[in-house]
């Protein structure tokens, strides 16, 4: 089975803010959800700023649903997310850590924040070698 790395991203302007509000997580809400995924067996983890939801995933093709599902049982995502695979998830995040992809081109606070989820998820266990 190879694996693929997949991202499922909700972001400004495309998505507007009361739906990325909705897709936000809080951290006990987030955990709950990260014990769930490590349950499957499933690499992720979720960056969550003001302008954006990024949902990353390594694993079989169908991992990414599976984690999005496991997130977001309700199942109602708005239709403007994007969805990435393999190389093309490296060079987008690549360019959101880098600020690249920000309203402020450069803005080093989505560093801070891309650093704090990848800590979030290996905390929880949800970040292994593949990722």
Do not use: K, W
């Not at 709950?32 to 949902?55: H, K, M, N, P, W």
């Not at 239709?79 to 690249?100: E, F, I, P, W």
Request: glycine share 8%.
């Amino acid at each position: 089975m190879a694996l693929r790395i997949s991202s499922l991203t909700f972001a400004h302007p495309h998505t507007s803010a009361g739906d990325r509000a909705r897709l936000a997580l809080a951290d006990n809400a987030l955990a709950a959800a990260y014990r769930r995924v490590d349950e499957v067996g499933i690499d992720a983890f979720v960056l969550s700023t003001c302008l954006r939801v990024e949902i990353v995933s390594v694993g079989c093709e169908a991992a990414l649903d599976r984690v999005t599902e496991i997130l977001y049982p309700d199942g109602t995502l708005p239709a403007s997310g994007v969805r990435r695979n393999d190389q093309d998830v490296l060079l987008h995040l690549y360019r959101v850590a880098a600020g690249l992809d920000s309203p402020v081109v450069g803005e080093p606070e989505v560093l801070a924040q891309f650093r704090h989820a990848i800590d979030t998820a290996r905390t929880a266990g949800v970040i292994g070698g593949s990722l």
